[in-house]
């Protein structure tokens, strides 16, 4: 109940009595519940869990909130609304906090149409608490790494020329769920030759040729945790210029990873991954951003931007991510798992990042 206490002691500065959540990952995150239909009410001295017949006893299992089953007993998501009327009025809620980012247009209406009080929007206030990670967070999360972790070192195994991207992504994704994962929800990126210009580039029906570079960048899902990596490998000599682009991405990777600890400001993670990139001449095809938080979803807070200005806190894992993109020739991206500690981080995923030739 930890997680509830801390929503409630922003309750008084963020001038509200109550608070909804909805945001899927935002709800197992306060409760344990990992149905796909519930919705939370928190008061200063209540905590209930709404959710409908399908999920009732699966729910009195996986949370300690109090658990309401909603008038309807359907699975229709609208009428949990219904449900959440009654029970924000029984609870004297007077101004209630929302979630702006998960709320729709549709609900919002209806709930103020029904409640007649103030609905106070509020940003990131579970997101904000997600950021840190506790021991069982870091648990999930370093199983979930070393299974990624091992799917790369098998797939250097089969991988050759004559099989497409499409069967590598396939290897993938079974090594993965033989060692207790999943990769569901996260299509690997197998991209080869010129489709490695491609950031996003999921894979194809391409076959994989003797001198192609390849981008493989995929993660693992173990008991709602992810893990993501990204790694670079040449089928036979990729040429001159692909050998260079990686190397410039390793350097890059390096020396933020070297400057990487607790107190950093995003400014100052960009300013340590893009100095090798700027000073090489490539940080104009430098399109994807410098990295992300990772836990409950794949790309969390913090998000790493040279606009806003977060502190990086022990207990956050992080990945970071330069890549470099030449249209119609080819690209290059090196991807961690970073586990912030007091003087540094801790690598989650060992593998080699270096370039390697098969």
Request: hydrophobic share 35%.
């Amino acid at each position: 109940m930890e997680r509830i206490v801390q929503l409630r002691n922003r309750f008084d500065e963020l001038d509200m009595d109550g608070f909804m959540i909805n945001g899927e990952w935002n709800r197992r995150y306060v409760s344990g519940f990992t149905g796909s239909n519930g919705l939370i009410l928190i008061t200063k001295d209540e905590a209930i869990l709404i959710t409908d017949y399908r999920y009732f006893e699966q729910a009195k299992k996986q949370t300690e909130l109090d658990i309401v089953l909603h008038k309807e007993h359907t699975g229709h998501k609208h009428k949990i609304y219904d449900e959440a009327t009654k029970q924000i009025k029984r609870l004297g809620v007077e101004r209630l906090g929302f979630e702006q980012q998960h709320l729709n247009f549709g609900n919002y209406a209806k709930l103020k149409e029904q409640l007649h009080m103030e609905l106070v929007p509020t940003y990131d206030m579970v997101e904000d608490l997600r950021m840190v990670k506790n021991d069982d967070e870091l648990e999930n999360i370093r199983i979930s790494s070393r299974i990624t972790n091992e799917a790369f070192l098998h797939v250097l195994e089969i991988i050759r020329p004559g099989l497409t991207e499409m069967e590598v992504a396939a290897e993938l994704e079974s090594f993965i769920k033989q060692n207790g994962g999943s990769a569901s929800t996260f299509t690997p990126i197998v991209a080869s030759g010129k489709r490695s210009s491609l950031p996003h580039g999921r894979a194809s029906d391409k076959v994989i040729e003797k001198g192609d570079m390849i981008t493989i960048d995929f993660g693992t899902n173990y008991n709602g945790y992810w893990s993501d990596i990204s790694r670079v490998v040449a089928i036979g000599d990729p040429g001159q210029k692909m050998k260079e682009i990686h190397q410039v991405v390793l350097e890059s990777f390096q020396n933020c990873l070297n400057h990487l600890k607790a107190g950093m400001t995003d400014q100052e993670v960009d300013k340590y991954m893009r100095e090798i990139l700027i000073a090489s001449g490539y940080n104009k095809y430098s399109g994807t951003g410098t990295g992300h938080g990772i836990g409950l979803e794949v790309h969390e807070k913090p998000l790493f931007s040279v606009d806003l200005e977060k502190t990086l806190q022990p207990g956050m894992v992080v990945t970071i991510e330069p890549g470099i993109y030449l249209e119609d020739i080819g690209g290059a991206r090196v991807e961690d798992m970073l586990h912030i500690t007091e003087n540094g981080c801790e690598v989650l995923s060992p593998s080699t990042k270096e370039l390697i030739i098969i």
